[in-house]
Antibody, heavy 117, light 107 residues
Framework: EVQLQESGPGLVKPSQSLSLTCSVT????????WGWIRKFPGNKMEWMGY???????SYNPSLKSRISITRDTSKNQFFLQLNSVTTEDTATYYC???????????WGQGVMVTVSS | DIQMTQSPASLSASPEEIVTITCQAS??????LAWYQQKPGKSPQLLIY???SLADGIPSRFSGSRSGTQYSLKISRLQVEDTGIYYC?????????FGSGTKLEIK
């Protein structure tokens, strides 16, 4: 069974970087696409970006140059880094698998990240 | 960016009733639309893909339809466990964009 699990700090200070890990079991990240999505307080959902089976990436332009998604295929993990965070980056962050036919069919349980001094 | 206008923002219905949630796309997205259900305290779950196809394990009470650039999710024979927030997602072009969500309460 495919399982994803996010991990990382739940509290980040403004202007610092947010770093999260998504650990995948039951499926290789060298197949298909792997994305990050966040849900803000108030329920708005935002697609942040994804990394492909080949390691190429695509990002939401709204995040400009603050975002980076990378991977470690030896550990079957992929990572999110978001730089220069503000309080507006406070959200629950999810990782998910993205197939051509089935978009975001498996999700992690989510990790709540608060940006606060 | 493609805007997905979702309505209503919230609704309340009784068990066994039928409800419909809609998403209006700001441009043609073909059938590149999915629906998700997020139950309280849980991660989103894929319900419908390609506008009308039921995802694995999803009850047939859920159905999706399309009329031009308007997409609908119909839930028949509502059950208490259908409580949650429902989102549409367009995957026609990047950036992928979600609707604003519909909060469904079962009376």
């Amino acid at each position: 069974e495919v399982q994803l699990q996010e991990s990382g700090p739940g509290l980040v200070k403004p202007s610092q970087s947010l770093s999260l890990t998504c650990s995948v079991t039951g499926y290789s990240i060298t197949s298909n696409y792997w994305g990050w999505i966040r849900k803000f307080p108030g329920n708005k959902m935002e697609w942040m970006g994804y990394i492909s089976y080949s390691g190429s990436t695509s990002y939401n332009p709204s995040l400009k140059s603050r975002i980076s998604i990378t991977r470690d295929t030896s550990k079957n993990q992929f990572f999110l880094q978001l730089n220069s965070v503000t309080t507006e980056d406070t959200a629950t962050y999810y990782c998910a698998r993205f197939l051509h036919r089935y978009p975001f069919d498996y999700w992690g349980q989510g990790v709540m990240v608060t940006v606060s001094s | 960016d493609i805007q997905m206008t979702q309505s209503p923002a919230s609704l309340s219905a009784s068990p066994e009733e039928i409800v419909t949630i809609t998403c209006q796309a700001s441009q043609d997205i073909g059938n590149w639309l999915a629906w998700y259900q997020q139950k309280p305290g849980k991660s989103p779950q894929l319900l419908i893909y390609s506008a009308t196809s039921l995802a694995d394990g999803i009850p047939s009470r859920f159905s999706g339809s399309r009329s031009g650039t308007q997409y609908s999710l119909k839930i028949s024979r509502l059950q208490v466990e259908d409580t949650g927030i429902y989102y549409c997602l367009q995957r026609y072009s990047n950036p992928l964009t979600f609707g604003s969500g519909t909060k469904l309460e079962i009376k």
